[in-house]
């Protein structure tokens, strides 16, 4: 405006204008004055205005229609030269916007006029043209006047005015619309009140619409009308009007002008009411029409399509679409349902094309497929539109292959010239030959199933605009379709082309969809994101509003997210059939290319969308693609058959999906062998499988993170691919090109030899890529590894066949790079690499271990952030699967293992930390079983660890060192390393010595942490050994496992063990705290105590040839349970040294007494074993805890005595050394300890009643060992166990000092227990074979070891009961029955239960017995009995008088006793048994007889009398006969001794007679009767017989008897009993001779009587002389009637003794006859009687002197003096008393 409103340019104008006037009236001057004359006052019109306004243009214009008329007349004159000048002066004036409206109609109607003449037709579009863009003056009817005008010269004849016309009327229309756009942006502050659109009615005027709107509107609906072939409302006078422009025109304003119809209710009102019915009534015939109904060229319009109008509608339906979708929603649905039936293989191929076009003008839209999408296919009950486009497309494409182009419709492009016919020609025959040629020319093109189709170069301009420019074949000739606007006819369509364009379709879409997803997508995270940070800053005041946002914009993001997700479920299935049959037809790489790009695109945004079924379909197409036709891969097979059954369909009816074709027609560049469980033959790889494979390495790099689950296809197709190329992994998991050995199936070319480094590389970047990749992804990808590897695992199975490691190595590889966050991959890495490292294969274990070892070093020396160092965590997790491989139980693992652990301990070993335990688990997870050389190693590991690392180890982890040291000590491969294990635990044990406090410090410092972290979680806090301090606990691990170790099969370490563990104790104890010790007695030790026990009791008897190897094994040694034996002897005897030495520890024990029962316990069950061995041990050591050392022979004490020898351990703290050969292994602190004792310091005195607890408990243990080993068996048989007299002899040795602690508290009760025991000790035999090395020699009597033993513990007893209260001295009696039991073994040995024993004698048999063939041999208890004996003599000579002896009757048992041998006599097994009996009865009796003349009257020795007599008897009268070899000196010793028994009697018992009971007196008196008469062998010899009758014993015998009767001490009645009874003894025993006598020499006859007969009546016969002499000699009143009744009553005896032929008898019958003589006198006065007498005696003489003479006379002489026996004489003098 400003160019031509300057003054300049007004002053131009005014020129122009005049020199315009002044030309016309020239030119009319002549012909048309009127003219002439109107131009002249125009000149002077313009003049004028000019003149007197300033502003000349507004002036000209209100003036304008005077100024124009000059003008229009010359207009009106009709010639051509006048009507140009005035036409150009008029455009130059309505250039200047001069013209009014008025003026403007007035100019119309001049140019209607115009034309109707047909005069200026170009000029006057030129004018109209003018007119109209140049202002807006012109409306309604004016305008609709000049718009028919240019209508009407479209029609014209003439091509260039119907062209120029048509390109006006497109502008005018064009115009119209702008204006409307122009007014609406002048009104567009102003808000209108909407008023309805009313239907049909009033349709010439709409009075809501401003002017140009009123303008556009009319002249759009009447475009409708003509259109619809129906009459203008408002372009009044058109004549002819076209469909074709009518529709462009149609599509020109909806094109370029949509927001007119958005704006204005009017304008939408006519799309829907008559533009969308007018499109859907002339689609109708391409609806109906099919192909093949009719063919000729002018059909019916109805029935036959029209191209020209087909294809402008379907440009007005593009527009349609994509302005005013929103508003045709319904009517759009319409319009796509006829695009995708347009594309129906019954159509007309131009048809199709043309409508395959339009469809790629939707598919460059993709915001308008979401707004489908939305509208229809999310809508519940609409038809799917979107899914019907994009499956129609693919259903297209499908039905080109299978049916091809035919008919005039279609045309090869053989036709098009260029270098291109002569192949395309061949193609058409022999297509395979176009992709296989070598030098012929490669077409682009698809090939299936023998069709070949072209690919045409189709490219696209302005995408944006949707709008095809040029769509060109290989011969570069420009068409078609949409853009065919002249063509009356429907082209010829170039083979090839609608696949091309269905093809851009298709990679259009996708790129569209992808690009408009992926970007809303992306705005969606960031804005998630920023809204997530926004929230997070504290903002009070905003907070709901904030919440507010976030909601909203979670919702609108939920809502794209649908949208998106049904754009891709709608479209996917229809674009992956069509892209995988494109791909499989594909004989062009460029298009190859497009295709994979395309399914890898949509893979990418379906897996960014989480589709996992659509997305794995993309992938499972580009990895079959990948692979060799119909290859047999498991997981692509199971996925396509899961594809197949999703059909698709296209407007409701199913369509069939054609698998691809197995034909290839691409290069093979690989020959290989399929990765199968059984391959069958070779497989091929073309170039475009490798192009596949790229693709696929592509996917996976650039998208992994969305693949997921879809990473086991990907993984598993490159396993299979990289199989088929040979290519294996290195180092580090990088796959490298392999041998060519691999095999001659494999061929490769060179091309993809030159790639196969290429392939590795993409391959490795693709895992290093993985870093890149968030957690989720990352996992996802490790899974798919991890299912890769077990297939390869499963198919490795069974078969030695090379197995893939592709998944392994990747694993590895995928690790290394992924280390900075090892941590989220690490369980499900190494979990499954565990996993491998258990298979058979060993090549599979092999690569397992190796990536795992490898992962485990890297993760140890990668940086991480936080070190490692301060990530405990980390790396426990990073050693945890190290660990795990020792569940392995393959030797190659676990040496692998092994040195993974060396390197690690080499490399990193001072920094592992609280990896520690880990790896000392690895070193002690080894087992027995597993070979010795893998034993080997993990020692050598451990030997590393324990002398060079133990300082730098936390010291919560040496426990786990002991335990590990202690295995091996287990390990029975190698005895060398069990020993030396056990000397590893010794430095393990110096070092805790060294380091203590240290070690204390720290241990206590963790146990703070834990207990704390164990209340806070409310449990309680739970370690071995707790509550023991921590460095204790270490101490007691220590222990225990030395204790397992002593209970180990092998004897060697066994014995090492328990050396160890005790000196260990014993040089370390001392650190341990006081209540620790408790835990060491009862955990440890009597654990251990336990352990050994029950391996020794149930060890094998069966004997042992050989060590191993030819080592030797001694006699005592050579079966399991004698080296049991020995084991259990150094246990207990290392327990029972610890009882001792540290005493003063283990006192204080609350438990200590129960501790010493166990203790007791075992030494008991020891004690009671059948092992000799272990016996005796187990004695020793209850010497060594009662602190016995037993006595040392002079030659064997040491050198220097002990510094400490404490006898009794009465006072708590004093030691002794273990025994005096022992000594202790280190000398700490328990000399200073005991030292302290010995030292200023008071010694602590303990509690004295639990002091005699332990010591009755002891006795009690020794009461059972006893009681339990000395008790005779109850069956007797070869295997009968007896106790051996060491083992006895230790036991009763035991007792003087046990005794010494209890015997306050000893009992009568104990006594007996005491005495069982003893008895039973020296009851017991001893086996044959060892009874030379025991018993003594013959010629010696020498007590046994135990003998003395027993005799020694009664000793001590006796001497304990002597200075002992009156309560123990009643033990005397028990004392005197012990020992007299033993004093009966003289003669009857001691049967031991029902055991047969071959009794030793004296030793005149033993000789003989100890040759006898005999399994147990019984002791000689002769000297051990008569020991007792000499005992039993010394302490009755101490005791005798004492209350309980006398009570007892001690001395009657005594008595009792002696009687056995002095009975037995010559019978006795020794000769010196007798003997030492009577000495020893004598030595009593001359003790204990006064003792009991003076109880004699309590009557306590009563029942002794008897017992003596009969001892007495039995001994002087003894039944056994002497030896026959006994000599005469012999005989008259033993007659002396008889005689001392005699002179006893006469001494010690006749004198007190008054305190003796008168039976005992009788019984004597009868036996010195029997012994004063003469009593003989019958062997003695007559030589002999005056020394063998005992004539001096008789004698004695005698005189004692003739003592006693006629005592003239008796002083009271009472004392002369014994002289009476004694008379009557003898006068009785004279009686029974001299009748036997009588009897004897009647009966002999002349026969002489036996010598020994006739000296006995001479000796009774001298006898009752003197015995009537002696009473002659008594006091009458000491002579009782009964006696000289006896006297008397021998008288007739005597005379019937006269006729004995013996002088000899004679001689002393008359001795005997004389003392009679004074028997003869009556009874008178004295004087009398004496006289009597006197003359009796005279009698008697006279009588003896003629005795010789009278002898003949004898019978008559008895018959003389028998009278005198009954004379009356006789019985007075007895009555007058007379002696």
Same mark, same amino acid.
């Given at each position: 405006?400003?160019?031509?409103?300057?003054?300049?340019?007004?002053?131009?104008?005014?020129?122009?204008?005049?020199?315009?006037?002044?030309?016309?009236?020239?030119?009319?001057?002549?012909?048309?004055?009127?003219?002439?004359?109107?131009?002249?006052?125009?000149?002077?019109? $313009?003049?004028?205005?000019?003149?007197?306004?300033?502003?000349?243009?507004?002036?000209?214009?209100?003036?304008?229609?005077?100024?124009?008329?000059?003008?229009?007349?010359?207009?009106?004159?009709?010639?051509?030269?006048?009507?140009?000048?005035?036409?150009?002066?008029?455009?130059?004036?309505?250039?200047?916007?001069?013209?009014?409206?008025?003026?403007?109609?007035?100019?119309?109607?001049?140019?209607?006029?115009?034309?109707? &003449?047909?005069?200026?037709?170009?000029?006057?579009?030129?004018?109209?043209?003018?007119?109209?863009?140049?202002?807006?003056?012109?409306?309604?009817?004016?305008?609709?006047?000049?718009?028919?005008?240019?209508?009407?010269?479209?029609?014209?004849?003439?091509?260039?005015?119907?062209?120029?016309?048509?390109?006006?009327?497109?502008?005018?229309?064009?115009?119209?619309?702008?204006?409307?756009?122009?007014?609406?942006?002048?009104?567009?502050?102003?808000?209108?009140?909407?008023?309805?659109?009313?239907?049909?009615?009033?349709?010439?005027? $709409?009075?809501?619409?401003?002017?140009?709107?009123?303008?556009?509107?009319?002249?759009?609906?009447?475009?409708?009308?003509?259109?619809?072939?129906?009459?203008?409302?408002?372009?009044?006078?058109?004549?002819?009007?076209?469909?074709?422009?009518?529709?462009?025109?149609?599509?020109?304003?909806?094109?370029?002008?949509?927001?007119?119809?958005?704006?204005?209710?009017?304008?939408?009102?006519?799309?829907?009411?008559?533009?969308?019915?007018?499109?859907?009534?002339?689609?109708?015939?391409?609806?109906?029409?099919?192909?093949?109904?009719?063919?000729?060229?002018?059909?019916?319009?109805?029935?036959?399509?029209?191209?020209?109008?087909?294809?402008?509608?379907?440009?007005?339906?593009?527009?349609?679409?994509?302005?005013?979708?929103?508003?045709?929603?319904?009517? #759009?649905?319409?319009?796509?349902?006829?695009?995708?039936?347009?594309?129906?293989?019954?159509?007309?191929?131009?048809?199709?094309?043309?409508?395959?076009?339009?469809?790629?003008?939707?598919?460059?839209?993709?915001?308008?497929?979401?707004?489908?999408?939305?509208?229809?296919?999310?809508?519940?009950?609409?038809?799917?539109?979107?899914?019907?486009?994009?499956?129609?497309?693919?259903?297209?494409?499908?039905? %080109?292959?299978?049916?091809?182009?035919?008919?005039?419709?279609?045309?090869?492009?053989?036709?098009?010239?260029?270098?291109?016919?002569?192949?395309?020609?061949?193609?058409?025959?022999?297509?395979?030959?176009?992709?296989?040629?070598?030098?012929?020319?490669?077409?682009?093109?698809?090939?299936?199933?023998?069709?070949?189709?072209?690919?045409?170069?189709?490219?696209?301009?302005?995408?944006?605009?949707?709008?095809?420019?040029?769509?060109?074949?290989?011969?570069? =000739?420009?068409?078609?379709?949409?853009?065919?606007?002249?063509? $009356?006819?429907?082209?010829?369509?170039?083979?090839?082309?609608?696949?091309?364009?269905?093809?851009?379709?298709?990679?259009?879409?996708?790129?569209?969809?992808?690009?408009?997803?992926?970007?809303?997508?992306?705005?969606?995270?960031?804005?998630?994101?920023?809204?997530?940070?926004?929230?997070?800053?504290?903002?009070?005041?905003?907070?709901?509003?904030?919440?507010?946002?976030?909601?909203?914009?979670?919702?609108?993001?939920?809502?794209?997210?649908?949208?998106?997700?049904?754009?891709?479920?709608?479209?996917?299935?229809?674009?992956?059939?069509?892209?995988?049959?494109?791909?499989?037809?594909?004989?062009?790489?460029?298009?190859?290319?497009?295709?994979?790009?395309?399914?890898?695109?949509?893979?990418?945004?379906?897996?960014?969308?989480?589709?996992?079924?659509?997305?794995?379909?993309?992938?499972?197409?580009?990895?079959?693609?990948?692979?060799?036709?119909?290859?047999?891969?498991?997981?692509?097979?199971?996925?396509?058959?899961?594809?197949?059954?999703?059909?698709?369909?296209?407007?409701?009816?199913?369509?069939?999906?054609?698998?691809?074709?197995?034909?290839?027609?691409?290069?093979?560049?690989?020959?290989?062998?399929?990765?199968?469980?059984?391959?069958?033959?070779?497989?091929?790889?073309?170039?475009?499988?490798?192009?596949?494979?790229?693709?696929?390495?592509?996917?996976?790099?650039?998208?992994?993170?969305?693949?997921?689950?879809?990473?086991?296809?990907?993984?598993?197709?490159?396993?299979?691919?990289?199989?088929? %190329?040979?290519?294996?992994?290195?180092?580090?998991?990088?796959?490298?090109?392999?041998?060519?050995?691999?095999?001659?199936?494999?061929?490769?070319?060179?091309?993809?030899?030159?790639?196969?480094?290429?392939?590795?590389?993409?391959?490795?970047?693709?895992?290093?890529?993985?870093?890149?990749?968030?957690?989720?992804?990352?996992?996802?990808?490790?899974?798919?590894?991890?299912?890769?590897?077990?297939?390869?695992?499963?198919?490795?199975?069974? &078969?030695?066949?090379?197995?893939?490691?592709?998944?392994?190595?990747?694993?590895?590889?995928?690790?290394?790079?992924?280390?900075?966050?090892?941590?989220?991959?690490?369980?499900?890495?190494?979990?499954?690499?565990?996993?491998?490292?258990?298979?058979?294969?060993?090549?599979?274990?092999?690569?397992?271990?190796?990536?795992?070892?490898?992962?485990?070093?890297?993760?140890?020396?990668?940086?991480?952030?936080?070190?490692?160092?301060?990530?405990?965590?980390?790396?426990?997790?990073?050693?945890?699967?190290?660990?795990?491989?020792?569940?392995?139980?393959?030797?190659?693992?676990?040496?692998?293992?092994?040195?993974?652990?060396?390197?690690?301990?080499?490399?990193?070993?001072?920094?592992?930390?609280?990896?520690?335990?880990?790896?000392?688990?690895?070193?002690?997870?080894?087992?027995?079983?597993?070979?010795?050389?893998?034993?080997?190693?993990?020692?050598?590991?451990?030997?590393?660890?324990?002398?060079?690392?133990?300082?730098?180890?936390?010291?919560?982890?040496?426990?786990?060192?002991?335990?590990?040291?202690?295995?091996?000590?287990?390990?029975?491969?190698?005895?060398?390393?069990?020993?030396?294990?056990?000397?590893?635990?010794?430095?393990?044990?110096?070092?805790?010595?060294?380091?203590?406090?240290?070690?204390? !410090?720290?241990?206590?410092?963790?146990?703070?942490?834990?207990?704390?972290?164990?209340?806070?979680?409310?449990?309680?806090?739970?370690?071995?050994?707790?509550?023991?301090?921590?460095?204790?606990?270490?101490?007691? #691990?220590?222990?225990?496992?030395?204790?397992?170790? #002593?209970?180990?099969?092998?004897?060697?370490?066994?014995?090492?063990?328990?050396?160890?563990?005790?000196?260990?104790?014993?040089?370390?104890?001392?650190?341990?705290?006081?209540?620790?010790?408790?835990?060491?007695?009862?955990?440890?030790?009597?654990?251990?105590?336990?352990?050994?026990?029950?391996?020794?009791?149930?060890?094998?008897?069966?004997?042992?040839?050989?060590?191993?190897?030819?080592?030797?094994?001694?006699?005592?040694?050579?079966?399991?349970?004698?080296?049991?034996?020995?084991?259990?002897?150094?246990?207990?005897?290392?327990?029972?040294?610890? =009882?001792?030495?540290?005493?003063?520890?283990?006192?204080?024990?609350?438990?200590?007494?129960?501790?010493?029962?166990?203790?007791?316990?075992?030494?008991?069950?020891?004690?009671?074993?059948?092992?000799?061995?272990?016996?005796?041990?187990?004695?020793?050591?209850?010497?060594?805890?009662?602190?016995?050392?037993?006595?040392?022979?002079?030659?064997?004490?040491?050198?220097?005595?002990?510094?400490?020898?404490?006898?009794?351990?009465?006072?708590?703290?004093?030691?002794?050394?273990?025994?005096?050969?022992?000594? =202790?292994?280190?000398?700490?602190?328990?000399?200073?300890?005991?030292?302290?004792?010995?030292?200023?310091?008071?010694?602590?005195?303990?509690?004295?009643?639990?002091?005699?607890?332990?010591?009755?408990?002891?006795?009690?243990?020794?009461?059972?060992?006893?009681?339990?080993?000395?008790?005779?068996?109850?069956?007797?048989?070869?295997?009968?166990?007896?106790?051996?007299?060491?083992?006895?002899?230790?036991?009763?040795?035991?007792?003087?000092?046990?005794?010494?602690?209890?015997?306050?508290?000893?009992?009568?009760?104990?006594?007996?227990?005491?005495?069982?025991?003893?008895?039973?000790?020296?009851?017991?035999?001893?086996?044959?074979?060892?009874?030379? =090395?025991?018993?003594?020699?013959?010629?010696?009597?020498?007590?046994?070891?135990?003998?003395?033993?027993?005799?020694?513990?009664?000793?001590?007893?006796?001497?304990?009961?002597?200075?002992?209260?009156?309560?123990?001295?009643?033990?005397?009696?028990?004392?005197?029955?012990?020992?007299?039991?033993?004093?009966?073994?003289?003669?009857?040995?001691?049967?031991?239960?029902?055991?047969?024993?071959?009794?030793?004698?004296?030793?005149?048999?033993?000789?003989?017995?100890?040759?006898?063939?005999?399994?147990?041999?019984?002791?000689?208890?002769?000297?051990?009995?008569?020991?007792?004996?000499?005992?039993? $003599?010394?302490?009755?000579?101490?005791?005798?008088?004492?209350?309980?002896?006398?009570?007892?009757?001690?001395?009657?048992?005594?008595? !009792?006793?002696?009687?056995?041998?002095?009975?037995?006599?010559?019978?006795?097994?020794?000769?010196?048994?007798?003997?030492?009996?009577?000495?020893?009865?004598?030595?009593?009796?001359?003790?204990?007889?006064?003792?009991?003349?003076?109880?004699?009257?309590?009557?306590?020795?009563?029942?002794?009398?008897?017992?003596?007599?009969?001892?007495?008897?039995?001994?002087?009268?003894?039944?056994?006969?002497?030896?026959?070899?006994?000599?005469?000196?012999?005989?008259?010793?033993?007659?002396?001794?008889?005689?001392?028994?005699?002179?006893?009697?006469?001494?010690?018992?006749?004198?007190?007679?008054?305190?003796?009971?008168?039976?005992?007196?009788?019984?004597?008196?009868?036996?010195?009767?029997?012994?004063?008469?003469?009593?003989?062998?019958?062997?003695?010899?007559?030589?002999?017989?005056?020394?063998?009758?005992?004539?001096?014993?008789?004698?004695?015998?005698?005189?004692?008897?003739?003592?006693?009767?006629?005592?003239?001490?008796?002083?009271?009645?009472?004392?002369?009993?014994?002289?009476?009874?004694?008379?009557?003894?003898?006068?009785?025993?004279?009686?029974?001779?001299?009748?036997?006598?009588?009897?004897?020499?009647?009966?002999?006859?002349?026969?002489? %009587?036996?010598?020994?007969?006739?000296?006995?009546? +001479?000796?009774?016969?001298?006898?009752?002389?003197?015995?009537?002499?002696?009473?002659?000699?008594?006091?009458?009143?000491?002579?009782?009637?009964?006696?000289?009744?006896?006297?008397?009553?021998?008288?007739?005896?005597?005379?019937?003794?006269?006729?004995?032929?013996?002088?000899?008898?004679?001689?002393?019958?008359?001795?005997?006859?004389?003392?009679?003589?004074?028997?003869?006198?009556?009874?008178?006065?004295?004087?009398?009687?004496?006289?009597?007498?006197?003359?009796?005696?005279?009698?008697?003489?006279?009588?003896?002197?003629?005795?010789?003479?009278?002898?003949?006379?004898?019978?008559?002489?008895?018959? +003389?003096?028998?009278?005198?026996?009954?004379?009356?004489?006789?019985?007075?003098?007895?009555?007058?008393?007379?002696?």
């Amino acid at each position: 405006m400003s160019g031509t409103s300057s003054p300049e340019a007004v002053k131009k104008l005014l020129e122009n204008m005049q020199g315009d006037l002044r030309g016309l009236s020239l030119e009319c001057r002549k012909k048309f004055p009127p003219v002439k004359e109107a131009a002249e006052s125009g000149i002077i019109k $313009v003049k004028t205005i000019a003149a007197r306004n300033t502003d000349i243009l507004a002036a000209l214009k209100e003036n304008s229609s005077e100024v124009v008329q000059p003008f229009l007349m010359g207009c009106g004159t009709k010639e051509p030269k006048i009507t140009q000048l005035c036409l150009a002066a008029i455009q130059r004036l309505m250039s200047h916007e001069v013209v009014s409206e008025a003026a403007a109609g007035n100019i119309i109607n001049m140019l209607w006029q115009l034309m109707e &003449n047909s005069l200026e037709e170009l000029k006057l579009l030129q004018t109209v043209l003018v007119l109209l863009t140049t202002n807006t003056v012109v409306h309604d009817e004016a305008l609709s006047k000049a718009i028919v005008l240019c209508f009407r010269l479209h029609f014209t004849k003439d091509n260039i005015t119907n062209n120029t016309a048509a390109a006006t009327v497109r502008q005018v229309v064009t115009v119209v619309f702008e204006r409307v756009v122009a007014e609406d942006e002048r009104y567009k502050d102003t808000v209108d009140q909407p008023v309805a659109v009313q239907g049909n009615s009033n349709r010439r005027s $709409v009075s809501t619409l401003k002017p140009c709107a009123k303008d556009a509107y009319m002249l759009f609906q009447d475009l409708c009308q003509l259109v619809n072939a129906d009459a203008p409302y408002w372009l009044v006078g058109m004549t002819e009007m076209t469909r074709t422009f009518g529709l462009e025109l149609l599509e020109s304003v909806l094109n370029d002008f949509p927001q007119v119809f958005l704006q204005h209710q009017e304008f939408s009102f006519l799309l829907k009411e008559r533009v969308c019915p007018l499109v859907i009534k002339l689609f109708s015939p391409n609806i109906k029409f099919r192909q093949g109904s009719s063919t000729s060229s002018s059909p019916a319009p109805v029935e036959k399509p029209y191209f020209p109008i087909c294809m402008r509608l379907l440009r007005v339906v593009s527009v349609l679409i994509k302005q005013f979708y929103s508003l045709l929603v319904t009517e #759009c649905e319409i319009f796509l349902s006829l695009l995708v039936k347009f594309l129906d293989a019954d159509k007309p191929q131009w048809l199709r094309a043309v409508a395959v076009e339009s469809i790629h003008r939707l598919c460059v839209q993709p915001q308008l497929l979401r707004s489908f999408c939305q509208s229809y296919d999310m809508k519940q009950h609409s038809t799917k539109v979107f899914r019907d486009i994009v499956n129609a497309l693919g259903s297209f494409i499908q039905s %080109l292959f299978l049916v091809p182009s035919t008919g005039n419709t279609s045309v090869m492009p053989n036709q098009t010239g260029g270098n291109a016919s002569g192949n395309t020609g061949s193609a058409q025959t022999n297509p395979g030959v176009l992709g296989m040629g070598g030098g012929a020319t490669v077409l682009p093109a698809f090939e299936y199933r023998g069709t070949w189709i072209p690919i045409l170069n189709v490219t696209v301009q302005g995408s944006a605009k949707a709008t095809y420019g040029t769509i060109a074949c290989l011969s570069c =000739f420009h068409f078609f379709s949409l853009e065919m606007l002249d063509k $009356v006819e429907p082209p010829t369509i170039p083979e090839g082309y609608a696949m091309s364009v269905a093809f851009h379709c298709l990679l259009d879409l996708v790129r569209g969809i992808t690009t408009m997803i992926e970007g809303e997508l992306g705005e969606a995270e960031t804005v998630s994101q920023s809204t997530t940070e926004t929230t997070s800053l504290p903002a009070q005041s905003s907070e709901q509003q904030d919440l507010q946002s976030v909601s909203d914009q979670t919702e609108k993001e939920l809502v794209s997210r649908a949208v998106w997700e049904e754009m891709v479920n709608a479209c996917w299935c229809g674009l992956l059939a069509a892209l995988s049959l494109l791909l499989d037809a594909s004989t062009d790489e460029a298009a190859t290319e497009n295709i994979l790009k395309a399914e890898l695109t949509m893979a990418a945004l379906c897996g960014r969308l989480g589709l996992v079924t659509s997305r794995d379909a993309f992938i499972t197409a580009i990895c079959k693609g990948s692979l060799p036709p119909h290859y047999a891969l498991t997981v692509l097979n199971n996925t396509t058959a899961a594809l197949s059954s999703k059909s698709y369909s296209i407007q409701g009816q199913n369509v069939q999906m054609i698998s691809p074709s197995s034909e290839s027609h691409q290069q093979v560049v690989a020959v290989g062998q399929p990765l199968a469980l059984q391959p069958q033959g070779t497989v091929m790889l073309t170039s475009k499988n490798i192009q596949c494979m790229r693709t696929l390495l592509n996917l996976a790099h650039c998208h992994g993170a969305v693949l997921g689950t879809s990473w086991q296809l990907v993984l598993a197709t490159l396993q299979h691919l990289v199989w088929i %190329l040979g290519l294996k992994p290195g180092v580090g998991g990088a796959l490298k090109p392999g041998r060519a050995v691999e095999g001659p199936s494999t061929v490769l070319t060179t091309a993809v030899m030159t790639d196969l480094p290429v392939i590795s590389n993409i391959l490795s970047r693709l895992f290093e890529s993985s870093q890149y990749l968030d957690d989720v992804s990352l996992h996802h990808l490790i899974n798919a590894l991890c299912s890769l590897s077990l297939e390869a695992m499963d198919m490795a199975y069974g &078969n030695n066949k090379e197995p893939s490691l592709f998944a392994v190595a990747k694993l590895l590889e995928t690790g290394l790079v992924n280390m900075h966050r090892i941590e989220i991959l690490w369980r499900p890495l190494t979990g499954h690499l565990l996993e491998v490292c258990q298979h058979p294969n060993s090549r599979m274990r092999e690569w397992g271990a190796e990536a795992l070892t490898s992962l485990i070093k890297a993760g140890l020396t990668f940086s991480h952030d936080p070190p490692l160092s301060q990530n405990q965590r980390l790396q426990l997790l990073l050693l945890n699967p190290l660990k795990e491989l020792s569940n392995i139980s393959h030797p190659d693992i676990r040496i692998k293992q092994l040195e993974c652990v060396l390197q690690i301990l080499q490399s990193q070993g001072d920094s592992l930390g609280p990896g520690w335990p880990l790896v000392l688990g690895v070193m002690g997870a080894i087992r027995s079983d597993q070979g010795e050389s893998l034993i080997r190693t993990a020692f050598q590991c451990l030997q590393l660890v324990v002398t060079d690392f133990l300082p730098t180890m936390p010291c919560t982890c040496l426990q786990i060192v002991v335990e590990v040291a202690g295995s091996f000590g287990l390990h029975n491969q190698e005895l060398n390393i069990s020993l030396t294990s056990i000397g590893l635990l010794w430095n393990i044990s110096d070092y805790f010595f060294q380091r203590g406090e240290i070690i204390e !410090k720290e241990l206590n410092k963790e146990e703070a942490v834990l207990q704390k972290q164990a209340e806070e979680k409310g449990v309680m806090l739970n370690r071995p050994f707790h509550p023991a301090p921590p460095f204790d606990c270490l101490w007691l #691990c220590l222990y225990a496992k030395l204790g397992e170790l #002593c209970v180990d099969p092998r004897p060697a370490v066994r014995k090492s063990a328990g050396q160890t563990l005790f000196s260990t104790i014993g040089a370390h104890g001392t650190l341990l705290q006081h209540s620790t010790w408790h835990t060491v007695i009862w955990k440890v030790l009597f654990h251990l105590l336990d352990r050994v026990r029950e391996s020794s009791t149930t060890a094998d008897k069966e004997k042992i040839e050989s060590g191993g190897g030819n080592i030797l094994i001694h006699h005592s040694r050579d079966t399991a349970e004698k080296q049991w034996a020995e084991t259990w002897v150094l246990t207990l005897a290392g327990v029972a040294r610890i =009882f001792n030495t540290r005493r003063y520890l283990l006192q204080p024990l609350g438990d200590f007494s129960q501790a010493w029962d166990v203790l007791l316990d075992h030494i008991q069950s020891a004690a009671l074993s059948k092992n000799n061995e272990v016996s005796l041990a187990a004695l020793k050591s209850f010497q060594e805890i009662l602190q016995i050392v037993s006595p040392v022979r002079d030659s064997e004490k040491p050198d220097t005595p002990p510094a400490i020898n404490v006898s009794v351990p009465v006072v708590v703290g004093t030691t002794t050394a273990t025994s005096l050969g022992r000594s =202790f292994m280190r000398t700490d602190s328990i000399g200073e300890r005991i030292g302290r004792y010995n030292g200023s310091e008071p010694p602590v005195i303990t509690d004295e009643i639990e002091d005699l607890n332990l010591w009755w408990a002891a006795w009690n243990s020794w009461y059972r060992i006893g009681s339990e080993s000395t008790r005779p068996p109850i069956t007797c048989d070869k295997l009968t166990f007896i106790p051996s007299q060491p083992f006895l002899t230790a036991l009763i040795q035991i007792f003087p000092a046990l005794y010494q602690h209890i015997k306050t508290g000893f009992s009568m009760d104990d006594l007996q227990k005491l005495g069982v025991i003893l008895h039973g000790a020296v009851s017991v035999p001893i086996s044959s074979d060892a009874s030379p =090395f025991i018993l003594p020699s013959y010629t010696e009597a020498v007590l046994t070891s135990l003998q003395e033993a027993v005799l020694t513990a009664l000793d001590v007893l006796q001497k304990a009961i002597c200075v002992g209260s009156e309560s123990m001295q009643i033990m005397y009696p028990a004392i005197f029955d012990q020992l007299l039991a033993f004093v009966e073994f003289s003669c009857k040995p001691p049967q031991y239960g029902q055991l047969e024993t071959k009794h030793i004698a004296n030793a005149k048999y033993n000789q003989i017995q100890l040759f006898a063939p005999a399994e147990w041999v019984a002791l000689n208890y002769v000297p051990f009995a008569e020991r007792s004996l000499e005992v039993v $003599v010394d302490l009755y000579q101490k005791t005798a008088c004492h209350k309980a002896v006398v009570t007892e009757k001690v001395l009657q048992n005594i008595i !009792k006793t002696l009687r056995i041998p002095l009975s037995l006599k010559y019978s006795c097994p020794s000769e010196s048994t007798w003997k030492l009996a009577v000495s020893s009865l004598l030595k009593v009796l001359s003790i204990g007889l006064p003792v009991a003349r003076q109880h004699a009257s309590s009557g306590k020795f009563d029942s002794m009398w008897p017992e003596l007599a009969n001892t007495f008897e039995d001994f002087l009268f003894t039944k056994s006969t002497p030896p026959d070899n006994l000599s005469i000196q012999e005989f008259q010793k033993n007659e002396s001794i008889d005689v001392e028994v005699v002179q006893l009697i006469s001494t010690e018992i006749l004198p007190y007679a008054n305190f003796i009971p008168k039976e005992f007196v009788g019984q004597i008196m009868t036996m010195l009767n029997k012994g004063s008469i003469h009593s003989q062998s019958s062997s003695f010899t007559e030589a002999e017989i005056d020394i063998r009758m005992r004539e001096e014993f008789s004698k004695v015998c005698f005189e004692t008897l003739l003592q006693f009767s006629f005592s003239n001490k008796v002083t009271t009645p009472q004392e002369g009993y014994i002289s009476r009874m004694a008379l009557s003894v003898l006068l009785k025993r004279s009686q029974d001779v001299l009748h036997r006598y009588i009897e004897d020499e009647r009966l002999s006859g002349k026969c002489p %009587l036996p010598r020994q007969q006739v000296t006995e009546i +001479i000796f009774v016969l001298k006898a009752v002389s003197t015995l009537i002499d002696s009473l002659k000699k008594t006091q009458p009143e000491n002579v009782d009637a009964n006696t000289w009744a006896q006297v008397i009553a021998l008288y007739p005896t005597l005379v019937e003794c006269i006729t004995c032929s013996s002088s000899e008898v004679c001689s002393a019958l008359k001795e005997a006859l004389v003392p009679f003589k004074d028997f003869m006198h009556p009874p008178a006065s004295k004087r009398e009687s004496s006289q009597l007498l006197l003359s009796h005696e005279r009698c008697l003489s006279s009588t003896e002197q003629s005795y010789d003479e009278l002898l003949p006379l004898r019978s008559n002489l008895v018959d +003389i003096l028998f009278p005198f026996c009954l004379s009356k004489l006789v019985t007075d003098w007895l009555k007058m008393g007379i002696c």
